[in-house]
């Protein structure tokens, strides 16, 4: 028996790998001779090096970089030397978890950190670059990024703008001279869970700039000035991409991608099964296992689970789906290659029981599907 396990990680609580690992575990207690392959997943967001390292032959690089808010990171990013391709998560320099709950600030937080990581992979010799999006404690169109990569932003006097998205609403005039000419031989993917604009009620700022801690005002003034931002952009590139799908990704970073970069937007989990090799390890299973920490309606516009019952219902391989929590109408996913879903908790339990107690609780539920898939085994 081929059983593939593809979770995605169970966030704030447990890895892919982890929750890999112990499904593995409680698989085997009833099939110890079957073979059991794990393949952590992700919708391109964080945990994209991580799986990409824990799937294929790839070296782990580190670029020394500046976090939102100008303070030194290391951040972490793949290389594929065989394809030249970089897989950058822009979290790792710009993300949300560097910044302490009361200091986000999504009206100062800078990408620039990013634009520095862009470059070490150009330093490498990366002709394919693909970053992560997801995770971002930004909010300024991709304007620092494209800063470290030599675009200058100048105020009516001719000044280099301050870091944050706030401060594009000054922004006068772009110099394109400086721009790293090395950039014109790379191509750029987008990989991400949402197909945003950059601005409106669906934009960047609307719906993820109160998680990076801007109130309803500055809400409204991070998305003018990303308009003011974007109708600059558009003067000196020719074209205008703010409407298109991906580009109030990463809190715009997405429309400096696609605008200045020329970047391609790809469904994040299409990207990390692309890099991973999913659908080959899927040909000849058995049996698919996914899941991720919630799993509801949302999961249905790009989450791992919906892309790896995807891949697996193309080639008639039955998929099994493991939450943390089921939520509202996720039986939508049964007409979408899903042919069960399982909550973890057995018992009420708080969500910090919940998570110290996942790895057993996985293990546990593993076990009984197995169970449970073995009796219905011999009744065929």
């Not at 110099?175 to 750029?188: C, K, T, Y």
């Not at 989990?269 to 919630?294: C, K, Q, R, S």
């Amino acid at each position: 028996m081929k059983i593939v396990i593809a979770p995605d990680a169970f966030k704030d609580c447990i890895s892919g790998q982890g929750v890999a690992d112990a499904i593995a575990l409680g698989l085997a207690e009833v099939w110890p001779d079957a073979e059991l392959i794990t393949c952590p997943m992700t919708d391109g967001g964080e945990g994209t090096v991580k799986a990409v390292l824990a799937a294929r032959e790839s070296e782990l690089c580190w670029a020394e970089a500046h976090g939102p808010f100008g303070s030194p990171v290391d951040s972490r990013w793949c290389w594929l030397s065989d394809s030249h391709t970089a897989i950058i998560e822009m979290a790792e320099a710009s993300g949300l978890q560097l910044i302490p709950l009361d200091h986000r600030d999504a009206c100062k937080s800078s990408t620039f950190g990013t634009g520095e990581v862009i470059r070490a992979a150009l330093d490498e010799g990366a002709k394919r670059v693909i970053l992560a999006m997801g995770g971002s404690a930004t909010n300024d169109g991709g304007a620092g990024a494209l800063q470290a990569l030599g675009v200058k932003f100048l105020d009516a006097r001719g000044r280099p703008l301050p870091p944050g998205g706030l401060a594009l609403g000054k922004l006068a005039s772009i110099d394109l001279s400086g721009i790293d000419p090395r950039l014109a031989d790379v191509s750029f993917e987008i990989a991400a869970d949402v197909d945003n604009p950059l601005c409106g009620a669906q934009g960047a700022s609307a719906m993820f700039g109160p998680q990076k801690g801007a109130t309803p005002e500055q809400v409204e003034q991070l998305d003018r000035a990303l308009g003011h931002f974007a109708d600059h952009c558009a003067k000196a590139l020719g074209k205008d991409v703010r409407d298109e799908p991906g580009s109030g990704a990463a809190g715009g970073l997405g429309f400096a991608a696609k605008a200045f970069l020329g970047a391609q937007f790809k469904v994040g989990v299409e990207v990390v099964a692309e890099l991973v090799g999913l659908a080959e390890l899927v040909e000849g299973a058995d049996l698919v296992i996914t899941g991720e920490g919630g799993i509801d309606v949302q999961t249905l516009h790009g989450k791992a689970p919906f892309g790896v019952a995807r891949i697996a219902r193309e080639r008639g391989v039955p998929v099994i789906v493991i939450a943390g929590t089921l939520g509202e109408d996720y039986q939508q996913l049964y007409d979408h290659g899903v042919d069960a879903a399982f909550s973890l908790s057995s018992e009420p339990m708080t969500l910090e029981q919940a998570c110290n107690n996942a790895p057993r609780l996985l293990r546990e539920l593993a076990t009984d599907i197995a169970r449970v898939w073995k009796i219905a085994a011999r009744q065929r």
